[in-house]
């Protein structure tokens, strides 16, 4: 089973991808700098597997590079609780 099955293990799997960076020192903008390099990542390459997914999708592939990034910290405060 993928973590992208299911959105409650992608949550997770991005909350421990988040302690390990914080962990070993990385700076807040280099962490939402890499979140949204993976939003755009997830967007073009990897197809939703759940309907949170499409979404976020959507949403990710309707904004603009600032709203990207909005999203993209917004994805780590939702992680982070």
């Known amino acids: 089973m993928s ?3 299911n959105f409650d293990s992608w949550k997770g799997f991005l909350s ?3 302690q390990q960076a914080q962990q070993q020192g ?3 903008k280099t962490i939402q700098s890499v979140a949204q ?3 755009d990542y997830l967007s073009q390459s990897v197809e939703a597997k759940n ?4 979404v976020l999708r959507e ?8 709203e990207q990034q909005a ?7 939702l992680v982070q609780k």
């Open 16 to 18: 421990d991808k988040l």
């Open 37 to 39: 390099e993976v939003g």
């Open 3 to 5: 973590v992208l099955d």
């Open 26 to 28: 990385m700076s807040e």
């Open 71 to 77: 999203l993209a910290n917004t994805m780590i405060k």
């Open 51 to 54: 309907e949170e997914e499409a």
């Open 59 to 66: 949403l990710w592939n309707a904004a603009s590079e600032e």
